[in-house]
Every structure is written in C-alpha cells, then in structure tokens.
C-alpha cells in the first residue's frame, strides 16, 4: 500500500488527510498542534514525531501549510522534506505561496533527485470536508498523473496550469477575484438591508440574476442566511481573514513583478488590512461585514 506523509492539518489539511483514509491510504501525520493529531489518529493514521519522522518511509509528501516560509523551511530545511525524505518521493505542496518560492523549492526538489508539484486548492473548508476541491497544478505532467489518484481522493477537479509556479499563479488570480466579490457582495447585502430589504430575500433574487456569484450562493455573508456558512458561526473556522490577506499581498507581488493593474485587488488588500489592524485577522474573510 501507497505510504502518504501529510504535513499541516488546519482548518484545510485535517479534513483532506481523513479523506485520503477513507480512500484507503497508509497516512503518517504531521502537525505543531496536537488536537488534529488525535482526530487523525482516532481515524487511522499514524502521528509522527517530527516532519522528518513522517516522511522518511512516505512514498508520497503532501503539505498544507500557511505561507511561503514555512514551506522554506518545512523543505529546505537542516532537517526538512529535501533532506530526509526517501528516495524517489512525489512531493505535493498545497499551499498557497508565492510563485517564486513554488519555483525555487521544486528546483532544489530536483536537484536532489524528486520530484515536485505545486497543488494549490479552491473550495474553502467545506470542499475540504466534501472531497470536493479544485486542484490547481504546477509542475510536469507525469508527476501530476502520479499524484492524480491522492489528489482525486480529495478533490472533484484537477487542472494543470502548466510548470512549476503555475499552480501558485492561477490560484492568487483566482483568490484576488474571490476577495472582491466577497467585498462586492457584503456591500450589496448591506445597502440592502439599510434600505429595508431581507437579506435571505435579496440573496435569492441575486442568485437568480446578474449578480450571482460564489460567496453569495456558496458562501453567504451575512448572519441568519446560511445555516452552512461562517457567518452562521460567528465567523469561526473557514478562510480567515489574515490569509485572505497574504493571498492579495500575493496577488500584489505578482502584479508588480509583471506590471499588471490590478485596482480593486489593491483596494481589497487595504480593506483587509484594516480589518486584520481592527482585530478581526482570524475570523473567516466573510466577516469584512464588521469592518
């Protein structure tokens, strides 16, 4: 049996390791807090003492980290991925970081001797716990093919963006878009609701025309609207708001490497900021509406 090594199990990465069980994977775990190292354990996994201790049998090592730094380390590390990791190992980053440092830590893989993709992801929490996530892939076809039935474990739809770095673009495109329609959305429930209109209400008519859009039917913003939501919970657990931040930071790296406008994206990273200043950075992104 296929030996997995998945390291970082947050809001993201525990419930996409317990899917990797259900589908029949050998999973050795990783991660500094221990309440994610129990669940996986009650459901099968091993818990491994170190990142080094998980992947040194792992045929495959997925991470799921928070940023470009700690992928650094977690890879290039004295005692990282890129240093004790057995021969001939797929390694999978799904995190989301700069396209850069996707590019720098792949490079070192190869020169090494492995073989590594970057596989960000889209679909938030509830895709985690789904099976249902979209991968975005950076790196050469055939590692993909080999990391295909892992991936698909986890999620309904895989892309091949193109080669290493790739995955990273695509996916801080597609979360720069995501944090304004999140701000598009909260302002337009908003006006809505000042103006006497229910917020259930003027969500449905929205998601049936022109408007409609992901965090309105998906993902809904506002309290009482959408009992599977973040927002029906005080805003806790989902994409929080400090990560939405550093993705359109990274949104904003990448425009300024290539000299792409990106006006809203920049006006969305200075709203988030505020509301990570105000307090609010580890409440899920939806909750912008208490800015």
């Not at 997925?62 to 380390?73: D, E, G, N």
């Not at 950076?138 to 091949?160: C, Q, T, V, Y």
């Not at 770095?165 to 720069?176: F, H, L, P, R």
Request: aromatic share 4%; hydrophobic share 50%.
């Amino acid at each position: 049996m296929q030996q997995i090594a998945f390291i970082g199990l947050g809001n993201m990465g525990a419930p996409m390791a317990l899917n990797l069980l259900k589908a029949g994977f050998a999973l050795r775990v990783f991660d500094l807090s221990a309440e994610p190292l129990r669940r996986l354990a009650d459901a099968g996994a091993q818990v491994a003492a170190s990142p080094a201790d998980a992947v040194s049998d792992a045929d495959m090592v997925i991470s799921m980290l928070p940023a470009s730094p700690q992928v650094s380390r977690l890879y290039l590390g004295e005692q990282g991925v890129l240093a004790t990791a057995k021969a001939g190992a797929l390694l999978i980053d799904c995190s989301t970081i700069a396209a850069g440092t996707a590019r720098e830590v792949a490079a070192a893989a190869a020169a090494r001797g492995y073989t590594m993709i970057d596989a960000p992801v889209s679909g938030g929490t509830a895709g985690a716990a789904a099976g249902t996530l979209t991968f975005i892939v950076g790196g050469a076809a055939d590692a993909l093919e080999r990391a295909r039935p892992a991936l698909s474990a986890m999620g309904k739809n895989i892309f091949h963006a193109g080669d290493s770095g790739a995955g990273q673009v695509a996916k801080i495109c597609n979360n720069m878009l995501l944090g304004v329609q999140m701000i598009g959305t909260i302002e337009a429930i908003n006006l809505g609701v000042a103006s006497g209109v229910d917020a259930a209400v003027l969500s449905e008519i929205i998601a049936k025309s022109s408007g409609r859009n992901w965090t309105l039917e998906v993902y809904n913003p506002w309290p009482g609207v959408m009992a599977t939501a973040p927002a029906a919970r005080g805003y806790a657990g989902g994409f929080g708001s400090d990560l939405m931040l550093k993705d359109l930071g990274l949104a904003a790296e990448a425009a300024e490497a290539v000299q792409a406008p990106i006006a809203l994206g920049a006006l969305a990273r200075e709203l988030y900021r505020r509301h990570s200043a105000a307090g609010h950075g580890a409440l899920d992104f939806s909750s912008l509406r208490e800015l």
